[in-house]
């Protein structure tokens, strides 16, 4: 094979690997879906290293506050999440988006994590459930 067809076929790969949704989840939910939403699965929490860095709805991520990450759910929605091996609850509002990690329902903030007794495990099974 040619240098010429080779250095061709790396473009085109790169080019379309370029082109590929990254996205593991779809569209952002309307107003009407969230009504009622519910789910159960695990949730974990943001490390130290993000502190002070833009959410995907523009505002600084800070630990202190009761924050998380779902991917469909509107910016603002406030859910309930329940830490289902102790029964600690937690009211959040969705300012991000994520987890990026397969399996995963939901991000937590630091402080929101602690409040329902999950930073020592690092993930939980949680019940969430929309407010609004």
């Not at 879906?33 to 949730?43: E, F, N, P």
């Amino acid at each position: 094979m040619s240098w010429s067809l080779r250095i061709a076929l790396l473009s085109l790969t790169i080019l379309f690997a370029g082109c590929a949704n990254r996205e593991p989840y779809s569209s952002p939910m309307s107003p009407a879906a969230v009504h009622g939403y519910q789910d159960s699965g695990l949730a974990s929490y943001y490390a130290k290293r993000h502190a002070g860095r833009r959410t995907a709805s523009g505002e600084r991520y800070n630990p202190s506050e009761m924050t998380a990450a779902h991917r469909t759910l509107p910016f603002g929605t406030r859910v309930e999440v329940t830490n289902l091996s102790n029964g600690k609850r937690a009211v959040v509002r969705i300012n991000d988006r994520g987890p990026h990690v397969r399996g995963r329902i939901i991000d937590l903030s630091r402080n929101a994590a602690s409040s329902i007794g999950l930073i020592s495990d690092g993930v939980a099974k949680v019940q969430i459930r929309a407010l609004d």
